[in-house]
């Protein structure tokens, strides 16, 4: 279940996985079978090329990626998450939800 997004945020994100862009979103997150994690990033993109190379950049498994159409993603969690978003620059997803 998501948490701390609202519509025009997750329609933004939609817009620019369908563009074929990378984009990252990230809420909060509960899932009982990981009690620790609280948010998750989901970096999308449906140039599966380009999410599979950008997978490859950051040394995370491609067979990980959610072939879900039309917004394929990756989940980030936990440390790398953290890790990840700041190589990319999102301090702002990383500050807002107190990474």
């Given at each position: 279940m998501a948490f701390g997004i609202d519509r025009e945020e997750?329609?933004?994100?939609?817009?620019?996985?369908?563009?074929?862009?990378?984009?990252?979103?990230?809420?909060?997150?509960?899932d009982p079978r990981?009690?620790?994690?609280?948010?998750?990033?989901?970096?999308?993109?449906?140039?599966?090329?380009?999410?599979?190379?950008?997978c490859?950049?950051?040394?995370?498994?491609s067979r990980y990626i959610h072939h879900r159409p039309p917004y394929p993603h990756f989940d980030l969690l936990g440390d790398k998450q953290?890790?990840?978003?700041l190589n990319e620059g999102q301090r702002e997803q990383i500050e807002r939800f107190r990474l």
């Open positions: 997750l329609a933004r994100w939609k817009q620019a996985v369908s563009r074929g862009e990378l984009a990252y979103l990230t809420h909060y997150w509960h990981m009690p620790h994690i609280k948010t998750v990033t989901k970096v999308g993109c449906s140039n599966l090329t380009l999410l599979r190379q950008w490859e950049r950051h040394g995370l498994p953290k890790e990840i978003l």
